[in-house]
């Protein structure tokens, strides 16, 4: 993981984990009613980055592969949920530096950022790089952790209607078009690494 050339510490893989919610259930806490948290509603399973939740669901046996008849449509439910990608991880001693930057290259679409804890950063775009000083946060030769939560996707108009009234900058031929179902994805779409 660790390209000593480059100074650069990959958190690309299969080591990834995803889990899904209703929106705002996990900004809640406890619940009133019980005192705890109240269980995902989709259950955490294995992700691989980069990827897409979309795919990580076939993967683990959630959802149907959507070349199949009209099982796309059985998946449109997935960009109307919140999502949680996270990945623990562990530097070597030998990966010091003065300065540590968390890149990811794309994001697809909205959502927050967290290391270690601490929320760094809201991001919105799917085509935008986004840089992350995390200099005091790493812990190295020791457990990190990093989260992102991706927010309910956003509606925008796909083959049909007025694409001057869009105002997000999402590929819209997910949202369907005459040679593409509707199969809107959400994730970390790009490379994720420490420099």
Known sequence: NYYKMRNIYILNG???IVTGWWENQWAMGKSIEIGEMLDAPIK????????????DLIRNGMLHDPNYGLDSMLGEWVNNR????????SIPADYLGEKYILTF???DFHGEIYFNGKMLKNFNG?????EIDITGLININETNHVRVIFYRS??????FGYSNRIKNIKSRFNYIWDWCPRIVPVGIWDDVYIK
């Open 44 to 55: 955490t399973v294995h992700a691989e980055v980069p990827g897409a939740v979309n795919l």
């Open 14 to 16: 299969k080591d990834w």
């Open 105 to 107: 290259e794309g994001l």
């Open 126 to 130: 799917m085509f935008k790089t986004y």
């Open 82 to 89: 919140e999502w949680f990608c996270d990945k623990t991880f």
């Open 154 to 159: 956003p509606e925008v108009y796909g083959q």
